[in-house]
């Protein structure tokens, strides 16, 4: 192999300096906003939970809640139609442990009767 020809040089110096140019683009862009406050519902009443989220630390769910002390509070968000119901990835957990879940479809997730939300520290 021989030495390097100009254009080559050229190409990896140019890539290098886009390189260089992207990772500073990308970290002065503006900061990512985190949520500071999530729905729970209890999946026993239909109540809605506007809880705020620790800001130094993870949260589990199904989380306790604050007046009954159960674990029953699942996070839930407005679907397409407007009503609630709890995110899919918890729904097959709503039916596990100690639970009733009267105020919840099994198989949707959708929150029948949902009230609220209020707003009430649960973490």
Same mark, same amino acid.
């Given at each position: /192999?021989? !030495?390097?020809? @100009?254009?080559?040089?050229?190409?990896?110096?140019?890539?290098?300096?886009?390189?260089?140019? /992207?990772?500073?683009?990308?970290?002065?862009?503006?900061? %990512? *906003?985190?949520?500071?406050?999530? +729905?729970? %519902?209890?999946? !026993?009443? $239909?109540?809605?939970? !506007?809880? @705020?989220?620790?800001?130094?630390?993870?949260?589990?769910?199904?989380? +306790? =809640? &604050?007046?009954?002390?159960?674990? +029953?509070?699942? &996070? #839930? =968000?407005?679907? !397409?139609? $407007?009503?609630?119901?709890?995110?899919?990835?918890?729904? &097959?957990?709503?039916?596990?442990?100690?639970?009733?879940?009267?105020?919840?479809?099994? *198989?949707?997730? #959708?929150?029948?009767?949902? +009230? $609220? &939300?209020?707003?009430?520290?649960?973490?």
């Amino acid at each position: /192999m021989g !030495e390097a020809k @100009p254009w080559q040089i050229a190409v990896v110096v140019v890539g290098l300096l886009t390189l260089v140019g /992207m990772v500073v683009w990308q970290c002065n862009s503006g900061k %990512v *906003k985190l949520a500071s406050s999530i +729905t729970l %519902v209890d999946v !026993e009443t $239909g109540q809605l939970i !506007e809880a @705020p989220l620790p800001k130094n630390r993870s949260v589990l769910f199904p989380a +306790t =809640h &604050p007046d009954t002390k159960r674990a +029953t509070l699942f &996070p #839930a =968000h407005r679907n !397409e139609s $407007g009503g609630w119901e709890v995110s899919g990835r918890y729904v &097959p957990y709503v039916k596990s442990k100690d639970i009733d879940p009267k105020a919840v479809d099994l *198989k949707t997730g #959708a929150i029948a009767n949902a +009230t $609220g &939300p209020v707003e009430k520290d649960v973490f």
